[in-house]
């Protein structure tokens, strides 16, 4: 293979077709040949997200990251301007992340803000678990969307082998995994053992599943960040619910066989239940 084919094979674009890079899959396509720099990246948020801003509503862009700046997302929320590694896959994903969950990511970034003053005031030590929270969603988060009402509470139960297995023909028609966790991305590129991200379960009407997939994703994206920054209802490690990723159909051949589902160092029961699907009051 020439070095020109061996770029292409490790770039962007080699990973537009694969499971669970769906929502930026369009944009990776346009990144052929190798990483695109800050510049570049920020030119493909204006394309995409031209109204995307900071938790305070600074206009967002990437740039390379500079010493002496304050702390990652004060410094973010301040000035609009997302650090950037060159050559940097996990800040890459990142960005495509801003590209389309502009709403979420702004939200994530305001909330991280107003805890960290809720903290200060209060004189409490450390980042707190809201952050803590935020920063494992931010890394790691999908979105699981379903007009099937027993697949979310079937997963949220742990019941893995019922909801990837025995019912995945209606999982398939039924539900969309939407990866929010630019990490996640990341670690996609060569899943291993174990791989886990943290869900967030919403439940839809089967008219959802017929919008067009940008809408779809603009959709989900309005109504994440509306969910993150509803003071009803808290944020924080309760509110998110472990999810094998190699477990969803299609990321790994190994998946096609019952049995799969069985190793439970990988498919671990919930604690202190059974294998049951109670309702997931989602």
């Known amino acids: 293979m020439s070095s020109h084919s061996q770029t292409r094979a490790h770039s962007p674009a080699a990973f537009a077709q694969r499971p669970l890079f769906e929502p930026i899959a369009r944009l990776l396509s346009g990144f052929p040949d190798g990483l695109p720099d800050a510049a570049a990246l920020t030119a493909c948020l204006h394309a995409h997200a031209p109204g995307a801003v900071s938790g305070s509503g600074h206009p967002l862009r990437f740039v390379l990251p500079a010493e002496g700046i304050e702390a990652y997302e004060q410094h973010i929320h301040a000035s609009g301007e997302v650090p950037t590694r060159p050559k940097d896959w996990h800040d890459f994903f990142n960005a495509l992340a801003w590209c389309v969950w502009p709403r979420s990511k702004a939200a994530c970034n305001a909330l991280h803000l107003r805890e960290q003053a809720v903290r200060s005031a ?3 030590p450390r980042r707190g678990p809201v952050r803590d929270a935020l920063t494992q969603f931010d890394e790691c ?19 893995w082998e ?5 019912r995945r023909v209606r999982l398939l028609d039924s539900t969309r995994f939407l990866i929010f966790g630019h990490g996640s991305w990341d670690q996609l590129r060569q899943p291993f053992f174990g791989l886990c991200g943290k869900a967030i ?19 989900a994206d309005a109504w994440l960040a509306a969910r993150l920054a509803d003071p009803d209802r808290p944020f924080d490690k309760a509110a998110l619910s472990p999810l094998p990723l190699l477990g969803i159909p299609g990321v790994t051949p190994d998946s096609e066989c ?6 439970t ?9 059974h294998r049951t699907a109670p309702h997931a009051g989602l």
């Open 122 to 124: 209060a004189s409490l």
């Open 258 to 263: 019952a049995d799969y589902y069985r190793d």
């Open 265 to 273: 160092r990988q498919f671990r029961p919930r604690r202190g239940m």
């Open 141 to 159: 988060g999908v979105l699981v969307v379903s007009a099937d009402p027993d697949i979310p509470a079937l997963l949220a139960a742990h019941a």
């Open 201 to 219: 379960y919403r439940q839809v009407d089967a008219d959802w599943l017929d919008l067009p997939a940008e809408k779809r994703q603009a959709e």
């Open 162 to 166: 019922e909801a990837l297995w025995t």
